[in-house]
């Protein structure tokens, strides 16, 4: 049986015969202009820009060919995603690998005057080996002096700030085994052919090395916390208070955050959750801290994060930071790890960060071509506040944000315990396509998680997502708004949600495509998806969405067309099925019946056979060689068809 093909609305078509032309006719006729390849390490993006057209019916065929391939490829179809301009993306690649792609315009009014209907270019992609050079080395340790040269490690240096200022492309900075208390600024560029590289001595237990080799250690520590000083006097009921003229914007006890609370008022009286929980008043240089017992909190087990920024990375360069630990930033509401502003190339891998209002920062379009890979987050407390509680305050933030240009990629990383995973969001510049653009996030990992996983959000231009996997979450993706895409969302996994697999809101209009996803809860009075605001242009296909209440709960009107085809769609609830455009449907049949741009191929049945430990196992054969072929996405497909969900079962 040969695979049925896709069928996805406000796309182009695929052609499949030789291209002929009609004589052009003036301004509705195509002028293809030029085609733009952005290369990653494992996807690609493609622009292909032409005139004319002005009544927009001409389409395009994109093929590729990658590595060693002898012969081209069919490629995901292109989006018209804006005047002049047809974009989407080339998945499944290897880094450092050469990729040839052509694109062939068809139009019924033909072609203008000496234009060609095909565009083509060929270029590599990126390749995921940063080359050290062969600099100097500077040992840095907590008890060094900046006045030695730092040749060893018994004439260390002792600030990460000196020897940041002395290094050239190519060097190499070692932290050795330690805590470096300092906010860190680097301004100096290494170079493409010689990273400057800033790493640990020893490297954390579990962070795997270029090589697949685990190295394991203590690392070197950036913290920026210190102690309580003097002693804690009692000010009131579980009240105490101690003199402190630093800000603090962080406050930890027994390696657990504490909840800041806005006002002493407040702090008095607050419920048991957000207890215990602290106040600082700068004016008077106090900080009041409100325990659960009456005896005052012991200051040896309490970290105050008085430092706001680990390193700050200001208009430079090819940097490589490896397998350091940033530990409890504050100074302010806005502490991070690390800063990326206005600078490229800035590789960050295998590092540790604890308690912070985001751990890694890219901002700015000038920041480009960074990778975060391989890096833990942690935050606590979070997960078990209310979510109003945190929502608008100063722990709303996330383990990695991405607000910078093209290229970034977070990558194999592992958060838990953060309001918001990976925000790649540029709220407040939503229409901006020089921002996040061009950007994948794949094999991720996120836990206890308060609000989003993964949040983008702007015009989110070949933006892709794949491989990543929540539990224990409120949102799978947060999709509100992309307003220009294409942005794709594959193979996701989001499992045990306690709001919805998907949210969609605030008039997203940009297409966005999901395919082989799963959306699987078991909480009770659970909608698998429940909008929270205008939207419109997702295309789902073999995906899975199940709930305990709607399969599909949306009261709001939709900015444009959607589908569902190839999809299973299912609610345990016997008694309703899907609420669309609130209106109720009893079943996926009068759904379709009344909404038939759903699709004609959908299911609604228990996807899965039961589950281990909360996470579906087992897919029911009824969804095994039920889904559709789709170019560039799903090629490899064993059986008669791809299977609907995540896996291929065969």
Same mark, same amino acid.
């Given at each position: 049986?040969?695979?049925?093909?896709?069928?996805?609305?406000?796309?182009?078509?695929?052609?499949?015969?030789?291209?002929?032309?009609?004589?052009?006719?003036?301004?509705?006729?195509?002028?293809?202009?030029?085609?733009?390849?952005?290369?990653?390490?494992?996807?690609?993006?493609?622009?292909?820009?032409?005139?004319?057209?002005?009544?927009?019916?001409?389409?395009?065929?994109?093929? =590729?060919?990658?590595?060693?391939?002898?012969? #081209?490829?069919?490629?995901?179809?292109?989006?018209?995603?804006?005047?002049?301009?047809?974009?989407?993306?080339?998945?499944?690649?290897?880094?450092?690998?050469?990729?040839?792609?052509?694109?062939?315009?068809?139009?019924?009014?033909?072609?203008?005057?000496?234009?060609?209907?095909?565009?083509?270019? +060929?270029?590599?992609?990126?390749?995921?080996?940063?080359?050290?050079?062969?600099?100097?080395? =500077?040992?840095?340790?907590?008890?060094?002096?900046?006045?030695?040269?730092?040749?060893?490690?018994?004439? +260390?240096?002792?600030?990460?700030?000196?020897?940041?200022?002395?290094?050239?492309?190519?060097?190499?900075?070692?932290?050795?085994?330690?805590?470096?208390?300092?906010?860190?600024?680097?301004?100096?560029?290494?170079?493409?052919?010689?990273?400057?590289?800033?790493?640990?001595?020893?490297?954390?237990?579990?962070?795997?090395?270029?090589?697949?080799?685990?190295?394991?250690?203590?690392?070197?520590?950036?913290?920026?916390?210190?102690?309580?000083?003097?002693?804690?006097?009692?000010?009131?009921?579980?009240?105490?208070?101690?003199?402190?003229?630093?800000?603090?914007? $962080?406050?930890?006890?027994?390696?657990?955050?504490?909840?800041?609370?806005?006002?002493?008022?407040?702090?008095?009286?607050?419920?048991?959750?957000?207890?215990?929980?602290?106040?600082?008043?700068?004016?008077?240089?106090?900080?009041?801290?409100? $325990?659960?017992?009456?005896?005052?909190?012991?200051?040896?087990?309490?970290?105050?994060?008085?430092?706001?920024?680990?390193?700050?990375?200001?208009?430079?360069?090819?940097?490589?930071?490896?397998?350091?630990?940033?530990?409890?930033?504050?100074?302010?509401?806005?502490?991070?790890?690390?800063?990326?502003?206005?600078?490229?190339?800035?590789?960050?891998?295998?590092?540790?960060?604890?308690?912070?209002?985001?751990?890694?920062?890219?901002?700015?379009?000038?920041?480009?071509?960074?990778?975060?890979?391989? &890096?833990? #987050?942690?935050?606590?407390?979070?997960?078990?506040?209310?979510?109003?509680?945190?929502?608008?305050?100063?722990?709303?933030? &996330?383990?990695?944000?991405?607000?910078?240009?093209?290229?970034?990629?977070?990558?194999?990383?592992?958060?838990?315990?953060?309001?918001?995973?990976?925000?790649?969001?540029?709220?407040?510049?939503?229409?901006?396509?020089?921002?996040?653009?061009?950007?994948?996030?794949?094999?991720?990992?996120?836990?206890?998680?308060?609000?989003?996983?993964?949040?983008?959000?702007?015009?989110?231009?070949?933006?892709?997502?794949?491989?990543?996997?929540?539990?224990?979450?409120?949102?799978?993706?947060?999709?509100?708004?992309?307003?220009?895409?294409?942005?794709?969302?594959?193979?996701?996994?989001?499992?045990?949600?306690?709001?919805?697999?998907?949210? +969609?809101?605030?008039?997203?209009?940009?297409?966005?495509?999901?395919?082989?996803?799963?959306?699987?809860?078991?909480?009770?009075?659970?909608?698998?998806?429940?909008?929270?605001?205008?939207?419109?242009?997702?295309?789902?296909?073999?995906?899975?969405?199940?709930?305990?209440?709607?399969?599909?709960?949306?009261?709001?009107?939709?900015?444009?067309?959607?589908?569902?085809?190839?999809? &299973?769609?299912? $609610?345990?609830?016997?008694?309703?099925?899907?609420?669309?455009?609130?209106?109720? =449907?009893?079943?996926?049949?009068?759904?379709?019946?009344?909404?038939?741009?759903?699709?004609?191929?959908?299911?609604?049945?228990?996807?899965?056979?039961?589950?281990?430990?909360?996470?579906?196992?087992?897919?029911?054969?009824?969804?095994?060689?039920?889904?559709?072929?789709?170019?560039?996405?799903?090629?490899?497909?064993?059986?008669?068809?791809?299977?609907?969900?995540?896996?291929?079962?065969?």
């Amino acid at each position: 049986m040969r695979a049925p093909r896709l069928a996805v609305p406000m796309l182009v078509m695929l052609l499949a015969v030789p291209v002929t032309f009609r004589p052009a006719l003036g301004a509705d006729a195509v002028a293809p202009d030029r085609l733009e390849i952005v290369p990653n390490f494992n996807a690609a993006s493609v622009y292909a820009h032409f005139t004319g057209d002005s009544n927009r019916n001409a389409s395009v065929k994109m093929e =590729y060919r990658a590595g060693d391939a002898k012969a #081209f490829r069919p490629g995901h179809p292109l989006a018209r995603t804006g005047p002049g301009r047809f974009a989407g993306s080339i998945f499944w690649l290897g880094a450092d690998q050469p990729l040839e792609v052509r694109v062939t315009f068809e139009d019924p009014d033909g072609l203008a005057d000496g234009a060609q209907n095909i565009l083509a270019a +060929a270029t590599r992609t990126r390749s995921d080996r940063f080359p050290a050079g062969k600099g100097k080395t =500077y040992f840095v340790g907590p008890e060094g002096d900046d006045a030695a040269d730092g040749a060893d490690r018994t004439k +260390a240096l002792k600030t990460i700030q000196h020897a940041v200022d002395l290094a050239a492309p190519g060097d190499t900075i070692v932290l050795v085994e330690g805590a470096y208390s300092e906010s860190v600024t680097v301004k100096r560029s290494g170079r493409p052919d010689a990273y400057i590289t800033l790493r640990a001595d020893t490297i954390r237990k579990g962070f795997a090395n270029e090589n697949g080799a685990e190295r394991e250690s203590e690392p070197a520590r950036i913290v920026g916390w210190d102690r309580p000083k003097g002693e804690w006097q009692r000010v009131g009921e579980n009240l105490f208070s101690i003199d402190e003229k630093r800000g603090v914007g $962080t406050l930890t006890l027994d390696d657990r955050r504490a909840y800041h609370h806005g006002a002493l008022e407040e702090l008095q009286g607050a419920e048991p959750v957000l207890v215990p929980g602290w106040w600082q008043d700068a004016k008077a240089g106090k900080l009041y801290f409100r $325990t659960k017992a009456d005896r005052p909190p012991a200051s040896g087990a309490m970290r105050l994060g008085v430092l706001r920024t680990g390193l700050l990375f200001e208009e430079t360069g090819y940097w490589v930071v490896e397998g350091l630990t940033f530990e409890v930033f504050g100074g302010g509401p806005y502490s991070r790890g690390i800063e990326v502003l206005k600078s490229r190339n800035i590789i960050v891998r295998g590092c540790a960060y604890d308690t912070m209002w985001v751990g890694v920062w890219v901002r700015k379009a000038e920041s480009r071509d960074c990778l975060i890979e391989r &890096c833990a #987050f942690r935050d606590s407390g979070i997960w078990d506040w209310p979510w109003k509680a945190v929502k608008g305050h100063d722990t709303e933030g &996330c383990a990695i944000s991405l607000e910078g240009g093209p290229g970034n990629v977070a990558r194999f990383n592992t958060i838990q315990g953060h309001f918001n995973g990976i925000g790649a969001s540029t709220w407040g510049d939503l229409e901006n396509e020089a921002l996040n653009r061009d950007m994948d996030v794949h094999d991720n990992t996120f836990t206890e998680i308060g609000d989003d996983p993964m949040e983008p959000e702007g015009a989110c231009m070949n933006v892709r997502f794949w491989n990543n996997r929540t539990l224990h979450t409120l949102q799978g993706i947060s999709l509100a708004p992309i307003t220009v895409g294409p942005t794709y969302v594959v193979r996701d996994r989001y499992v045990d949600f306690t709001g919805g697999a998907v949210k +969609a809101s605030v008039s997203s209009k940009g297409v966005v495509y999901l395919y082989h996803v799963l959306g699987w809860t078991d909480r009770p009075e659970r909608a698998a998806m429940d909008p929270s605001g205008p939207w419109g242009n997702f295309h789902f296909r073999n995906t899975i969405l199940r709930g305990t209440r709607y399969a599909l709960e949306d009261m709001r009107p939709h900015t444009a067309p959607s589908s569902f085809d190839y999809s &299973c769609l299912f $609610t345990t609830d016997t008694t309703r099925f899907a609420k669309w455009g609130d209106k109720r =449907y009893p079943s996926l049949k009068d759904l379709v019946a009344a909404e038939p741009e759903f699709g004609k191929h959908l299911l609604a049945a228990e996807p899965y056979t039961g589950a281990e430990d909360g996470v579906p196992a087992d897919l029911r054969p009824a969804l095994i060689d039920a889904g559709v072929l789709i170019p560039g996405i799903n090629d490899d497909f064993k059986g008669k068809a791809p299977d609907i969900g995540p896996d291929e079962v065969r």
